[in-house]
T-cell receptor
Framework: AQTVTQSQPEMSVQEAETVTLSCTYDTSESDYYLFWYKQPPSRQMILVIRQEAYKQQNATENRFSVNFQKAAKSFSLKISDSQLGDAAMYFCAYRSPFGNEKLTFGTGTRLTIIP | EADIYQTPRYLVIGTGKKITLECSQTMGHDKMYWYQQDPGMELHLIHYSYGVNSTEKGDLSSESTVSRIRTEHFPLTLESARPSHTSQYLC???????????????FGQGTRLTVV
């Protein structure tokens, strides 16, 4: 079974600065998908960024980028120019293309933005 | 914005009552999921469905049941609510990986259930 580990329960960053959230995972599969989801307080879980394991190039979405290290099974999220609206719980998730294709989540990192 | 809706958003109910949490999506997704999430914690899969008339239990044991009579609708039912059922329930849907760019799951806003 796959597992996802987020070792930082809480992080904080000054507004306009850069922060990196860590995620490692364990799998025996060679093909899979990785995601970062954002869950603002009392609001909907939304996708921040996705990475297909077969792609060597790191995904980027505006101020959000990932550092995907397949051999190390590491998938960190970098948020540049942090904004107050980035404050949320961030979940790293793994999805297998096989079986029930469920998402396996990490325990989350609560990100606080300091004005 | 994701077209997946959950009702109610908040529910406070007495022990022993029967409840149904509604989830509907308009994206035509075959796969639907129910996750349970305690405050500040990770999500655990409790039910999933591959399509109409297909339901399976997830990783976390749950006393709830689900049905999938229509593609767009995936309700979750608790026959007799107990305080231990107090939690947030998130519904999600997804398309099959490899069918395009839609490899992620879309989530509803969740139902926060409190059983007193």
């Amino acid at each position: 079974a796959q597992t996802v580990t987020q070792s930082q329960p809480e992080m904080s960053v000054q507004e306009a600065e850069t922060v990196t959230l860590s995620c490692t995972y364990d799998t025996s599969e060679s093909d899979y998908y990785l995601f970062w989801y954002k869950q603002p307080p009392s609001r909907q879980m939304i996708l921040v960024i996705r990475q297909e394991a077969y792609k060597q190039q790191n995904a980027t979405e505006n101020r959000f980028s990932v550092n995907f290290q397949k051999a190390a099974k590491s998938f960190s999220l970098k948020i540049s120019d942090s904004q107050l609206g980035d404050a949320a719980m961030y979940f790293c998730a793994y999805r297998s293309p096989f079986g029930n294709e469920k998402l396996t989540f990490g325990t989350g990192t609560r990100l606080t933005i300091i004005p | 914005e994701a077209d997946i809706y959950q009702t109610p958003r908040y529910l406070v109910i007495g022990t022993g009552k029967k409840i149904t949490l509604e989830c509907s999506q308009t994206m035509g997704h075959d796969k639907m999921y129910w996750y349970q999430q305690d405050p500040g914690m990770e999500l655990h899969l409790i039910h999933y469905s591959y399509g109409v008339n297909s339901t399976e239990k997830g990783d976390l044991s749950s006393e709830s049941t689900v049905s999938r009579i229509r593609t767009e609708h995936f309700p979750l039912t608790l026959e007799s609510a107990r305080p231990s059922h107090t939690s947030q329930y998130l519904c999600a849907s997804s398309d099959r990986p490899g069918t395009g760019s839609n490899t992620e799951a879309f989530f509803g806003q969740g139902t926060r259930l409190t059983v007193v």
